[in-house]
């Protein structure tokens, strides 16, 4: 656990350095183009690995501008694909996840070709185990409920005019994990942070 914690810190690290340093040197060609959009709306994925197995959060934000540097808007994902438990009173069941919230970020270079953008999600939602029934329904047989931080620091690049890629370094922090044969270690990891971001205008 401690070598994994030192490897992602170790990575953000990379990616900020990397990125404070590029974004020093690009600039738009017009210096005015940071106040020409007013928000953005996006569509995100968070590659992880939980319950034993890699898995990958799927979901959208929308968030508008309090000035250059800060946003402030909502969001919502979920997991993907099928997981299952292995483990305890639950083995076999199927495992699903959603939560959605709020969503706060900054950017020290907000008229930059390349920018840092620190974010964080801080949400609720819950954790469900389903089994099928005879005809192929799933059937609840746990709903566990959870508050969400998800912090992450990511390079902002900007493709197009009012196009944007995020890469970067994310941590999933689940709190109230309550499955027999888990404990908030098997949920709460790091991943990546990959985004594609639609600016609005005004």
């Given at each position: 656990m401690?070598?994994?914690?030192?490897?992602s810190?170790?990575?953000?690290?990379?990616?900020?350095?990397?990125v404070?340093?590029?974004?020093q040197d690009?600039?738009?060609?017009d210096?005015d183009?940071?106040?020409?959009?007013?928000?953005?709306?996006?569509?995100?994925?968070?590659p992880t690995y939980?319950?034993e197995?890699?898995?990958?959060?799927?979901?959208?934000?929308g968030a508008?501008?309090?000035?250059?540097?800060f946003i402030i808007g909502?969001?919502g994902m979920r997991?993907?694909?099928?997981?299952?438990v292995?483990?305890g009173?639950y083995?076999g069941k199927m495992?699903?996840?959603?939560?959605?919230?709020?969503?706060?970020?900054?950017?020290p270079?907000?008229g930059?070709?390349?920018?840092?953008v620190?974010?964080?999600?801080?949400g609720?939602g819950?954790?469900?185990?389903?089994s099928?029934?005879?005809?192929?329904?799933a059937?609840?047989?746990?709903?566990?409920?959870?508050i969400?931080?998800?912090?992450?620091?990511?390079?902002d690049?900007?493709?197009f005019s009012f196009?944007?890629l995020s890469?970067?370094?994310?941590?999933?922090?689940?709190?109230?994990?309550?499955?027999d044969?888990?404990?908030?270690n098997?949920?709460?990891?790091?991943?990546?942070?990959i985004s594609?971001?639609a600016?609005?205008g005004n």
């Amino acid at each position: 656990m401690l070598m994994c914690f030192r490897k992602s810190l170790f990575a953000i690290l990379v990616v900020f350095s990397y990125v404070n340093s590029y974004s020093q040197d690009f600039d738009f060609p017009d210096s005015d183009t940071s106040s020409l959009y007013t928000g953005f709306a996006s569509f995100f994925l968070i590659p992880t690995y939980i319950v034993e197995g890699p898995t990958i959060y799927m979901g959208g934000m929308g968030a508008v501008l309090i000035n250059e540097r800060f946003i402030i808007g909502g969001y919502g994902m979920r997991k993907t694909g099928q997981t299952y438990v292995v483990k305890g009173s639950y083995d076999g069941k199927m495992l699903g996840m959603g939560n959605g919230g709020i969503i706060t970020g900054y950017s020290p270079y907000p008229g930059k070709r390349v920018r840092p953008v620190f974010q964080t999600c801080i949400g609720w939602g819950g954790i469900s185990i389903a089994s099928n029934d005879s005809k192929g329904y799933a059937i609840t047989e746990k709903f566990n409920r959870i508050i969400v931080l998800s912090p992450s620091i990511s390079a902002d690049v900007r493709l197009f005019s009012f196009v944007w890629l995020s890469l970067g370094v994310n941590y999933l922090y689940l709190s109230g994990i309550d499955i027999d044969g888990y404990t908030p270690n098997d949920f709460n990891k790091f991943g990546g942070y990959i985004s594609l971001k639609a600016i609005t205008g005004n």
